[in-house]
């Protein structure tokens, strides 16, 4: 089961919260953080607790957001090079998802200046395919990683390769 925890404002437009306070997901990169860009369309960024990788897609249409996240991810898995065996593992497991509030405040954090930052990229070229923004947004350098891999793309690789071994 994969947990995303989600903003406010995410709820507001995608629906309750379905998920408890205790709620453990089952996928090896743990539960994903969201929250809602008001683009023209919309689009939903996450951000992995434990990796701080960032993962962006359309919100619309709302009513298949939580099944089209697992999709979203394995593809921008896939773009940092993922083995295909530990995508396949984590798609498994994510076949269900539920929204839940959000519990981490450095996470809420690195998101929101994720946000701006693609913002800035959206802005500069509102046509930005979400993959390749959302892994040039993974080569940032994030406080919380100073003292391990300095940005996401690089505690991904550290994460997948703990994961193999």
């Known amino acids: 089961m994969l947990i995303v925890r ?10 309750p919260s379905t998920a408890l306070d205790d709620d453990r997901g089952t996928t090896a ?8 860009l008001f683009w023209r369309p919309r689009v939903v960024l996450l951000v992995n607790e434990a990796t ?13 957001l939580t099944s089209r996240i ?22 498994l497991h994510m076949q269900t998802a539920r929204l ?17 930052l693609a913002d800035i990229h959206h802005d500069d070229d509102p046509a930005v395919n979400l993959v390749a923004l959302a892994v040039r947004l ?13 940005s996401p793309d690089r505690e991904l690789a550290a994460a997948l390769q703990a994961i193999t071994t």
């Open 6 to 15: 989600a903003t406010k404002k995410l709820l507001r437009l995608a629906g």
């Open 29 to 36: 990169l743990g539960p994903w953080y969201a929250t809602v």
């Open 52 to 64: 701080l990788l960032p993962v962006l897609l359309p919100l619309a249409p709302k009513a298949t």
């Open 70 to 91: 697992a999709e979203q991810i394995s593809t921008v898995l896939t773009a940092h090079d993922a083995p295909a065996a530990i995508i396949d593992e984590e798609r």
């Open 100 to 116: 839940g509030v959000t519990a981490n405040r450095s996470v809420v954090g690195v998101m929101i200046d994720f946000a701006r």
């Open 138 to 150: 993974a080569s940032t350098p994030c406080s919380p990683l100073y003292g391990r891999n300095i």
